[in-house]
Nanobody
Framework: HVQLVESGGGSVQAGGSLRLSCAFS????????MGWFRQAPGKEREGVAA????????YYDDSVKGRFTISQERSKKMVHLQMDGLKPEDAAMYYC???????????????????????WGQGTQVTVS
């Protein structure tokens, strides 16, 4: 059973930075794709970035390329999302997710391959004014 706990959300002015963290507990961390998703009020959840723990390949949505960086501390089973140059449209609840099927289906953990069997954290709020 996988548990994911996010931290690091908060409120920031446009142009500022935040760093989100996700702690993974459970077995075989390296057999999952680890991703960050976000959902703003009235909008569908969207994939932001993901990383393949085994090998470190990454995926980014076009909307965050060049501004967000996903990384991991593999020994600690932690995944981070460094968000720079934040814009008001980045404001949302951010969720960490782990998906084994995506790990099998995609080399770079494209978030579009995360499916209904993914494990999710409780979310952390990001506000940009």
């Amino acid at each position: 059973h996988v548990q994911l706990v996010e931290s690091g959300g908060g409120s920031v002015q446009a142009g500022g930075s935040l760093r989100l963290s996700c702690a993974f507990s459970g077995y075989t961390y390296s057999a999952y794709c680890m991703g960050w998703f976000r959902q703003a009020p009235g909008k569908e959840r969207e994939g932001v970035a993901a990383i393949r723990p085994n090998g470190g390949l990454t995926y980014y949505d076009d909307s965050v390329k060049g501004r967000f960086t996903i990384s991991q501390e593999r020994s600690k089973k932690m995944v981070h999302l460094q968000m720079d140059g934040l814009k008001p449209e980045d404001a949302a609840m951010y969720y960490c997710a782990a998906d084994r099927q995506a790990f099998r289906s995609t080399v770079n953990c494209d978030t579009r391959y995360f499916g209904p069997a993914a494990d999710w954290g409780q979310g952390t709020q990001v506000t940009v004014s």
